[in-house]
């Protein structure tokens, strides 16, 4: 995410409207609701038809899925905002929520947010009532923690992947330009995307390191890491049909990216920002090109997406949806495994922050303008 400077740009750029001409575009839907800056939108997997919405300065709220839901309808799972979760900087907050594969039986969400006291990310389990409608306010099991040095690019997302383990981005650190070195470094956790295993704690630790971890064995490595080399990796999300892994990176000065996620892939910060060399850097062979890239002109503060995986758009089977958050443009994009073979603008929302999906597969958006945005039928 920018400073809050650069939401004039997006309020001049911004065409409020949705595009059409496909025959489908983002509306504004629950049109009762207003929330404060949301930054995540997802389905609780219990069978009910409900949305959960993450506001940044630390509120789990809730309501049923239904077009005329009202005000009074939205219910409050957890708030966390005057105890727990650091607002001082643009870019902190209550940033990410995942329920747990297993949640009908456990009952277990994720939280990953900002603190202070030392200025951290941390990554906590809550455990929801028998209902899931409220995160018991005194459930909160540490797992992670981690020292930001700056007070922007916390990254924030987490989401459990097909394989039952946790993935958690994590941003370099802060300031410009990436100070601390912190890209390419391997025995630092900010840059990052981290696979854990919460699950099967070990070595004295609240989460385990899966075997097959690219770098369990390396020495000198953090065994957490997954991937590499980005500079915030804001959103990201996996392919329900393929397990494909899809983020944004947000970039420094020219160029925003999106990336297919492997393992133990380097992305290239901060030597290198989209296709380009950053700064003088230099590309390594190990280094991984973005699937697209985006210049000014277009976007300067990417919001990564969904594939969309819905019923109510078979046209849409497939595609990769993703947006950015200063400019409003909302791309569709189709690569077949060696290149893109399609790429198109197909809408424009103000101030996206995040996309989700509900228990249909089908898809969302949050306008930190308070709004969600549905992906529907023209």
């Not at 000198?220 to 494909?244: C, H, K, M, V």
């Not at 892939?265 to 380009?276: L, V």
């Not at 060399?277 to 280094?287: F, H």
């Amino acid at each position: 995410m920018k400073p809050a400077s650069l939401i004039l740009t997006a309020v001049l750029l911004c065409v409020i409207s949705p595009l059409h001409a496909q025959g489908y575009g983002f509306e504004h839907t629950f049109k009762h609701l207003q929330f404060q800056r949301p930054v995540r939108i997802a389905a609780v997997p219990d069978g009910t038809d409900r949305l959960f919405v993450v506001e940044q300065a630390g509120r789990v709220l809730w309501f049923e899925n239904r077009p005329n839901v009202a005000g009074a309808d939205v219910h409050v799972a957890l708030d966390i905002s005057g105890n727990k979760v650091r607002r001082k900087g643009n870019e902190e907050g209550l940033l990410g929520l995942a329920f747990h594969p297993d949640f009908k039986n456990n009952h277990f969400v994720f939280l990953h947010y900002s603190a202070s006291a030392p200025r951290r990310n941390i990554l906590s389990r809550w455990t929801m009532d028998n209902d899931a409608k409220r995160i018991l306010p005194d459930s909160e099991h540490v797992i992670l923690e981690v020292p930001q040095p700056f007070g922007n690019h916390n990254g924030g997302d987490i989401h459990f992947g097909p394989d039952g383990l946790l993935y958690i981005t994590l941003g370099d650190g802060g300031a410009g330009g990436d100070p601390h070195e912190n890209g390419q470094n391997l025995s630092t956790l900010l840059a990052t995307i981290l696979r854990i295993d919460v699950d099967h704690p070990q070595h004295g630790k609240p989460y385990g390191i899966p075997d097959n971890n690219p770098f369990a064995k390396a020495p000198g490595a953090r065994p957490e890491i997954y991937a590499y080399g980005l500079r915030n990796a804001w959103r990201f999300s996996f392919d329900p049909q393929t397990g494909a892994l899809w983020a944004g990176d947000v970039g420094q000065n020219a160029k925003e990216e999106i990336d297919l996620i492997t393992p133990g892939g380097n992305y290239g910060w901060n030597a290198r920002e989209g296709f380009s060399p950053y700064n003088g850097g230099t590309k390594t062979p190990d280094m991984i090109d973005p699937i697209v890239e985006h210049g000014r002109n277009e976007a300067a503060c990417i919001t990564g997406g969904y594939v969309y995986r819905g019923n109510a758009l078979p046209q849409l089977q497939g595609a990769y949806i993703y947006g950015d958050y200063v400019t409003g443009n909302i791309w569709r994009l189709r690569y077949d495994g060696q290149k893109v073979t399609d790429h198109e603008l197909i809408g424009n929302v103000p101030e996206i922050a995040s996309f989700g999906v509900d228990a249909h597969g089908e898809l969302y958006l949050c306008s930190l303008r308070g709004q969600i945005y549905k992906l529907t039928p023209k």
